[in-house]
C-alpha cells in the first residue's frame, strides 16, 4: 500500500497569501495519478486536481499541481476567502488500494 | 450535472450487517467505475472499494472478506454491504464515480452517515 503523507498538518495563511500544500508518497506513483481534493465542513471532497497538474472542469486558475515519482505540491497563488479547507491528496496508480493523505488544514492567520 | 446520493440505516448493531444503496441520476451507471469510500476521525479518508456495469469488482484488502458489492442497471443504482460491523466502522459513507480503472473521483455523494452501537 502506498501511505501518502501530506504537511504541514495545518498552514494559517492571510487571504492574498500563497499557499504550497505538500503530499509526499511512500513509494512512486505510476504516471503521475495523483489528486488533490478540498473539503468544507459537512461536505463531500471536490475535485480540484487530476493527473498531479490538470485542474478539473469549473476550477480557478490560481490552483495548480505539480510534482512526480513521490514528491506532489498542490499550490493556491492568492488565497480567496473561501478557498480556506481541509485539503486531501490522493493516488490511483496502484489500485491496491487507492489511499488517501491525512489531510492538510488550511487556516485563516 | 450528475448527482450521487447515498441511502441506508444510520445506526447498525455491532456483528451486524451494514447496507448502502447510492443512486445516480445525470449519468449511466453503465459507463463508469462506482467507488465507496469512508471517512472517520480516527483512519481518515479511506477507500473501500469500486464496481463496474458487469458487476466486477474490486475492494480494499483491509475489509477484503467483509465487502460485499452490487450493481443494478436498471435502477441506476449500486450498493454496498459489510458484514460483522464493529464501532470501528462507525464513519461517514460517501459513493463517488470515477472514469475507469486508474481514474481519480469526479463526483462524490453527500454522505451517509453510519454508526455502529448497541
Known amino acids: 500500500e502506498i501511505v501518502l503523507t501530506q504537511s504541514p498538518g495545518t498552514l494559517s495563511l492571510s487571504p492574498g497569501e500563497r499557499a504550497t500544500l505538500s503530499c509526499r508518497a511512500s513509494?512512486?506513483?505510476?504516471?503521475?495519478?495523483l489528486a488533490w481534493y478540498q473539503q468544507k465542513p459537512g461536505q463531500a471532497p471536490r475535485l480540484l486536481i487530476y493527473?498531479?497538474?490538470r485542474r478539473a472542469t469549473g476550477i480557478p486558475d490560481r490552483f495548480s499541481g505539480s510534482g512526480s515519482g513521490t514528491d506532489f505540491t498542490l499550490t493556491i497563488s492568492r488565497l480567496e476567502p473561501e478557498d480556506f479547507a481541509v485539503y486531501y491528496c490522493q493516488q490511483y496508480g496502484s489500485s491496491s488500494p487507492y489511499t488517501f493523505g491525512q489531510g492538510t488544514k488550511l487556516e485563516i492567520k | 450535472q450528475v448527482q450521487l446520493q447515498e441511502s441506508g440505516p444510520g445506526l447498525v448493531k455491532p456483528s451486524e450487517t451494514l447496507s448502502l444503496t447510492c443512486s445516480v441520476s445525470g449519468a449511466s451507471i453503465a459507463s463508469y467505475y462506482w467507488s465507496w469510500i469512508r471517512q472517520s476521525p480516527g483512519k481518515g479518508l479511506e477507500w473501500i472499494g469500486y464496481?463496474?456495469?458487469?458487476?466486477?469488482?474490486k475492494s480494499n484488502p483491509s475489509l477484503n472478506s467483509r465487502v460485499t458489492m452490487s450493481i443494478d442497471t436498471s435502477k441506476n443504482q449500486f450498493s454496498l454491504s459489510l458484514t460483522s460491523v464493529t464501532t470501528a466502522d462507525t464513519a461517514l459513507y460517501f459513493c463517488?464515480?470515477?472514469?475507469?480503472?486508474?481514474?481519480?473521483?469526479?463526483?462524490w455523494g453527500q454522505g451517509s452517515l453510519v454508526t455502529v452501537s448497541s
Open positions: 463517488a464515480r470515477s472514469g475507469g480503472y486508474n481514474y481519480h473521483f469526479d463526483f
Open positions: 513509494q512512486s506513483v505510476s504516471d503521475r495519478y
Open positions: 464496481i463496474y456495469y458487469s458487476g466486477g469488482s
Open positions: 493527473d498531479a497538474s
